[in-house]
């Protein structure tokens, strides 16, 4: 089976989320597209094939091939469609990804600039989608990642479980071994953030997650985000959200 990646001509066609517990019909597109799942199980059909995906698992659909997904219970689900006149996927296929945190980060940071009409930010779009295709590339080729991608899968798994603690520039860089200007080259060219401004995008992201929960005040979810002043976290979330987490809960949630 081949798989070709022409990363630095692809364009981005379209974005999304899947969040739920709805089945997906049959479909297809008229380009490639990447579809994660990050949370929960279910199987996705094509005519020939079959897959039964859990999060970490990313699938690569060609253009113009049918599927759909059955969601087993709640099921979150990221995908990308990109158009790229030299590439070729000849068979669906199924990634179990070794680390599945950058590639994550990609598609999420692609939607956000989505919902803020990617259209004028082209370059931010283009660098994001080569540094998502390649890093699906490396997880292709495991024995061809550097040393220094390993150090940053392992950093990011780290920070997941880190978010509820205090965290610095010199921890990330003392536990990714590696010397503060190495660890902001490497989260600039990777991720197109600073380190702790991923921290943050990461705390946020969590704190989404745990508003859903109607038995939790703001000040357990900032506690559990990592801040333990409560004003500080809903100013922080005020400036990411343009509402603080309560008036957030009240229009997403409740």
């Not at 949370?39 to 049918?66: H, N, R, Y």
């Not at 996927?89 to 939607?111: A, D, R, T």
């Not at 990461?202 to 859903?212: E, I, S």
Request: glycine share 6%; with cysteine; proline share 5%.
């Amino acid at each position: 089976m081949k798989h070709h990646l022409q990363s630095r001509k692809a364009k981005l066609q379209f974005v999304g989320e899947h969040n739920g517990c709805g089945d997906v019909a049959f479909h297809k597109h008229a380009v490639p597209e990447l579809i994660l799942v990050t949370q929960g199980t279910c199987q996705t059909d094509t005519p020939d094939k079959q897959f039964a995906c859990e999060p970490g698992d990313l699938i690569w659909m060609p253009a113009g091939v049918s599927h759909n997904q059955i969601d087993h219970g709640h099921v979150r689900t990221l995908y990308v469609g990109y158009a790229d006149a030299k590439a070729h996927v000849g068979q669906p296929c199924l990634v179990h990804l070794s680390s599945s945190h950058l590639i994550e980060q990609c598609m999420w940071s692609l939607l956000q600039l989505h919902t803020r009409h990617w259209q004028g930010l082209s370059q931010s779009v283009d660098r994001l989608l080569h540094v998502l295709l390649a890093e699906v590339g490396q997880q292709l080729r495991p024995g061809k990642q550097t040393g220094y991608q390993r150090r940053l899968d392992d950093l990011m798994d780290w920070i997941e479980e880190q978010l509820d603690q205090p965290l610095s520039v010199d921890m990330l860089a003392e536990q990714g071994q590696l010397s503060a200007s190495r660890l902001f080259q490497l989260f600039d060219q990777h991720l197109h953030q600073s380190p702790m401004q991923y921290v943050q995008t990461q705390r946020m992201d969590r704190a989404r997650a745990y508003l859903k929960n109607p038995y939790l005040s703001v000040k357990q979810v900032a506690t559990r985000c990592g801040y333990p002043d409560a004003n500080l976290f809903v100013r922080t979330f005020k400036r990411h959200h343009n509402l603080p987490p309560g008036k957030w809960r009240l229009k997403h949630v409740l």
